[in-house]
Structure formats: structure tokens, C-alpha cells
């Protein structure tokens, strides 16, 4: 008989088991601790809010795909996981129709337009979050406190608060005191419905390292560098800086491990990943100390975004063979 043991093939010759859709079911299970700990703390509205906004990415996703004559693949989970982390990044007391907008934007301009999953050049729940932080910047920062009794529908008359990083930078909470590290690790404070929690985002994303679906180069660098800058950088002088207060407030840790380290608008080397991380930290340290706005991680991520084929340009390793050219 003849010897059918050696197959010549093309490569790729190493396979994995992971899918799309295995990969994206392991997001949202590490966003589901975040989402219990945004119920428990901001209400039933939080999870209406969330249904809402995964729904329109999903119903996006698969409007845009039948209208285009394309495969509908809404069952990979992307849509979910962009729905999830925009819900996230949305005050509980938003406008339900707003995130059905941010929905389609998020889905159909930021993702579909360019050529659909793994093609989108930024973070598609980011650049909604961003163009309706722009068009309705009161209803997107609206903040109340946990355990506040809101209305399903209506909730243009209840009173906000300020976040955490807003009583430091002494933007909108004159005469507050910055809450204690507690109430920042365990999210007993205003903000958008799923950064609040750390240690929750925290078990998140160590199962999401731990299951080898990100790697942890942007993450640490990401957090390190807002930790050295925010305290050498201080408000009261060089060294005078809280750097736990920033690591443990504001969207950061979110940031940090589910949006910065997206597939299609991160960075594919390890020193790529690394000059992310690095960047993504320094541009948010700067807006928060410097700039009008009290958080910058949004923006940090989105403008390093538009740097990641460039960033890979000049990180990509020489190939095996390949003789570099004399000066």
C-alpha cells in the first residue's frame, strides 16, 4: 500500500481549536462580572441599557449584511461583545434611543464601512462613545450615585454627581472629597455603567490572560505609565501624585484590558504592543491632567488606534534571510 503519512500542503501547517466566535464568547464572559457588579450597583436600568445597546449592534450587523448580500454573521459574538463594551461605556441614566444610535454607528460606520470584522481601524464601541460624547454631551455625562431608585423611561430629572476624577480635577464637584480606595476597587461610585468596578473588570480581564485571548503587554504597560506619570506629575508639584487614585478611577482599567487590546486596531508584535501601552498611557495622563476633559482613555486608545499600522511598520521582525540595507 502506498505510505500516506507524508502530505505535502500549504502552510499554515500549526492549527488552532480557536474560532471567532470561541474567542468573542470569551470577552463576554469576562464582561459579565463587570455587568453584574453595574446591576447591583446602578439598577435594572443598567442591564435595560446594555439589552439595548447589544441589540442594535446585533440588528446593525445584520441589516447592513442582508441589505449588502453578504454572509450574516451575527453569530460570532462581535456584535455582542461591541454592544456590551459600548453599554459600558454609557451613563445609567442615558436615553434608551441613544444607544440604539451609537448601536449603528458603532456597527455600520465604524466596523461594516471598512470592510466588516478584523478590517475596522479603531475600536468600534470607542468611536460611538466618542461621536455621541460629542452630539449629546450633557445626557452622556450624567452621572448619580449607586443605589438610586430610576425610572425605566424618563430620567432627565434625576440628580447626577461627580465621578471620581472629576472631584480630583475639581471640574464639576466643588466642595466634594474624593472618595476612599474602597469605594474605587469595588465600584461604590458614580460612572458609566461598567468602568466602575475594578476588581470586577480585574477578574475579567486575568481570565481573558489566562485563557491566552490578550496578551498582557498592553494592559501593564497601559496602566504602568499612567501610574510614573500621574505621580511624578502631581498637581501639588513633581512626586506629589496619586497614582492609585488614577489606576483605580475612571474608565482605565476597562480601557486597559478590553478596548486597547482589540485585534483589529491593536498592534501585533510584542514591542508594538509594548509602544501601545506606553502611548495609550501617556496620552491619558495628559488629558487628565492637563486637558479640559477629567478622563482621556477613550481618546488615548482612538489616537493610538490611528497610529497602529505605523507602529507595526516599525516593529515587525526581519525576515529569516533578509539582509538589511547598507546606509
Not at 454627581?161 to 474605587?184: C, F, H, M, N, R
Request: charged share 10%; aromatic share 12%.
Amino acid at each position: 500500500m502506498i505510505n500516506n503519512r507524508l502530505v505535502v500542503s500549504s502552510s499554515p501547517h500549526v492549527r488552532s481549536d480557536e474560532t471567532i466566535s470561541s474567542i468573542m464568547f470569551d470577552v463576554v464572559l469576562a464582561l459579565c462580572p463587570a455587568l453584574i457588579a453595574g446591576a447591583y450597583y446602578f439598577g435594572i436600568r443598567a442591564l435595560l441599557v446594555t439589552a439595548v445597546s447589544v441589540i442594535s449592534c446585533v440588528a446593525a450587523e445584520y441589516i447592513w449584511q442582508k441589505l449588502t448580500k453578504r454572509s450574516v454573521t451575527i453569530n460570532d459574538w462581535s456584535a455582542v461583545v461591541t454592544g456590551i463594551l459600548l453599554a459600558f461605556n454609557l451613563p445609567v441614566t442615558i436615553p434608551l434611543w441613544m444607544p440604539v444610535i451609537g448601536g449603528f454607528f458603532a456597527i455600520i460606520v465604524v466596523k461594516q464601512f471598512f470592510g466588516g470584522l478584523g478590517q475596522n481601524f479603531m475600536n468600534p464601541a470607542l468611536a460611538a462613545r466618542a461621536f455621541m460624547l460629542a452630539s449629546w454631551p450633557v445626557d452622556m455625562t450624567r452621572w448619580v450615585e449607586p443605589f438610586t431608585k430610576l425610572p425605566l423611561g424618563n430620567t432627565a430629572d434625576v440628580v447626577s454627581t461627580a465621578t471620581p476624577l472629576a472631584i480630583i480635577k475639581g471640574t464639576e464637584a466643588v466642595g466634594q472629597v474624593s472618595v476612599s480606595y474602597l469605594d474605587l476597587f469595588m465600584g461604590n461610585i458614580g460612572g458609566c455603567i461598567g468602568e466602575t468596578s475594578v476588581i470586577m473588570l480585574l477578574l475579567g480581564g486575568l481570565y481573558l490572560i489566562y485563557k491566552k485571548v490578550i496578551s498582557w503587554r498592553i494592559p501593564v504597560t497601559f496602566i504602568a505609565t499612567v501610574a510614573v506619570f500621574t505621580f511624578v506629575f502631581g498637581k501639588d508639584g513633581l512626586f506629589t501624585g496619586d497614582p492609585l487614585y488614577h489606576i483605580l478611577s475612571g474608565g482605565l482599567i476597562l480601557g486597559a484590558f478590553f478596548m486597547a487590546t482589540d485585534y483589529a486596531s491593536s498592534p501585533v508584535t510584542p514591542k508594538g504592543q509594548i509602544i501601545m501601552g506606553i502611548g495609550c498611557g501617556l496620552i491619558t495622563s495628559i488629558i487628565r491632567l492637563y486637558g479640559g476633559y477629567p478622563e482621556g482613555v477613550s481618546y488615548s486608545i482612538l489616537i493610538m488606534n490611528v497610529a497602529t499600522p505605523l507602529i507595526d511598520r516599525y516593529t515587525a521582525p526581519v525576515k529569516f534571510g533578509e539582509v538589511k540595507s547598507r546606509a
